[in-house]
Nanobody
Framework: VQLQASGGGVVQAGGSLRLSCAVS????????VAWFRQAPGKEREGVSC????????TYADSVKGRFTISRDNAKNTMYLQMNSLTPEDTAVYYC????????????????????WGQGTQVTVSS
């Protein structure tokens, strides 16, 4: 499994970015997809995830109402639309997948995933 994240960059506070993650093979094969981020000196934290067949995406409290996760199985790509960015959102962002579906409470736990993209840097200036 190969994941290729892109779309990071430098943006001013209040701005927007859309991250993409190209997934090898058929994206519809992956039961769970997620985005994580890791700021310097901090642990990797879950941002958002989608579990196939579930009621809807899950978001970390820190990004609710600002970030939107989506997946386009036809394009084998997942996305993270990030709006109203703040300097606290500065981090390396990673996409992750696993074939099977997992319980919702597990989907923002990085230990739940075994396939990771290489990360894309997001820097938000004040």
């Amino acid at each position: 499994v190969q994941l290729q994240a892109s779309g990071g960059g430098v943006v001013q506070a209040g701005g927007s970015l859309r991250l993409s993650c190209a997934v090898s093979g058929s994206a519809s094969d992956y039961g769970t997809v997620a985005w994580f981020r890791q700021a310097p000196g901090k642990e990797r934290e879950g941002v958002s995830c989608i579990i196939s067949g579930s009621a809807g995406p899950t978001y970390a409290d820190s990004v609710k109402g600002r970030f939107t996760i989506s997946r386009d199985n036809a394009k084998n790509t997942m996305y993270l639309q990030m709006n109203s960015l703040t300097p606290e959102d500065t981090a390396v962002y990673y996409c992750a997948t696993r074939f099977n579906r997992i319980l919702r409470y597990m989907c923002l736990d990085p230990s739940s995933y075994y396939s990771w993209g290489q990360g894309t840097q997001v820097t938000v200036s004040s």
